[in-house]
């Protein structure tokens, strides 16, 4: 199987590759597998580091208040 | 009846888009029926609609041109003026790229996710951009990766990247490669150092390593086991979002951008010419304009700022950009700064060549501004006066041309270096000569110089080649 040929060429990789997709993903274009499991193995590190700032952001905002007495606008989507 | 699909809806089995006697139509689909129920019934329509993230549309009881598809028959709001990412300056690719992730995070919130993510489904409108592709939308799966990831990145953040990093000119590649860069060719023209930052290194280079590691590996086969939590999920679209909002380009301070300062009008020659292009505009009222050779867009502004749909556009990635931060700053609605190259313009491209308009598709304009551009066009460009009135006539009815002469200190600076071929460049043959396809309904000499200003208007039909 091509699959396995090519990840046992990065074996620290492979059982994450192997373990990680789900096998019912299938879009009209075409997600690329290269995208798929570069996805899976920086998103985890993105989305604790996603929490990490958005409790640092928390944190500077009632600072924020507390200093100031105001409430802080944030863009929801920015 | 006049009916015909769109030539660029093909790819999406959700549904497609047609015209009928000039009005865009979008059919949705039974296939896409759940999904787009879903769109309505999470609020998700109605919340992109109300910022003006989502085109509005409102559902038609229309015949379907396919009736045993159609599930509903949807009516967009119209676009004014449809343009493509290699017509777009930096900041425009990069608002649509910041569009594309805030559409993305605020459809996760809502239990959907964009299924696709390619730029052409991004359109400015009233100056800002906008999501045209009502049909882009799909049930949040949590678990799986983001299957529009690669197309992002090859869309968005490659060509903005190489803008940033490499050349603004280099927005250019977009016309040759359809569906967006190819990351491989984006990590090997940006430079040694964008490896060193985090975003890049991850979201292109390593991403281009691991596209060619797993060509030939298959998604669907590799699959069982752990999943992508909607956090890491969220995590990747906000690094994205910081990667995108990183990438800066500014015009350097020795091009275009002092052009109407250091040009040869005199204040008084600058006033006449706007007081005559206004009353120009008065008198015919044009639905809209096209400036050519816009520069910054200051006799752009003359129509826009009456309400008329104007396009400005320019050759220099420089002057674009400097419109366009303008026009966003003042929350401009009529104005639309393009980059084109009136020498090559936008071509037909895509499949049959018909997924992207030429400029002349989408013309013609009421009105053609073309201000000061005839002695590029002419001797830059060595374009008989003949083949410029037929290129003006297919792409206008009302035509307000100024024609300068060879002794004008801008002419002869392109005479400076070559020998003067253009003996037929001379007022009296411009107006010989564009009398064959235009009335000439005015001219103007404008003072302290022997340029003219012309108020021309189309004879017959517009010229087709």
Known sequence: ??????????????????????????AYLDPGSG???LQLLVAAALGGLLVLRL???????????????KDDELDADE | MNEERVAASFRDPSGFVFRRDGEHFRQVNRSYADEYDLLLRSGLYENLVNDKLLIPHRETDAESPEPSLVYKILRPEAISTISYPYEWCFSQLKDAARLTLRIQKRAMKMGMSLKDCSAYNIQFQEGRPILIDTLSFESFDEGAPWVAYRQFCQHFLAPLALMAYADVRLSQLLKVFIDGLPLDLASRLLPWKTRALIPLLVHIHLHAAAQKRYADAKVAEAGRGRRMTKTALLGLIDDLRRAIQKLEWSPSSIGWADYYDTHAYTSDALNTKKALIAEFIESTRPKSVWDLGANTGFFSRIASDRDIPTVAFDLDPAAVELNYRECRSKGERHLLPLLLDLTNPSPSLGWNNEERSSIFERGPADMVLALAIIHHLAISNNVPLADLATFFSRLCHWLVIEFVPKDDPQAARLLANREDIFGEYAPETFEEVFARRFTIRRVETLPSSARRLYLMERSGPPHSI
Do not use: C, D
């Open chain 1, 35 to 37: 995208s798929y499991l």
């Open chain 1, 55 to 69: 409790y640092w952001a928390k944190v500077k905002s009632f600072v924020r208040r507390l200093l100031s007495g």
């Open chain 1, 1 to 26: 199987m091509v699959l396995i040929e090519t990840a046992e060429q990065l074996l620290p990789v492979h059982h994450l590759f192997t373990s990680v997709v789900r096998a019912n993903v299938l």
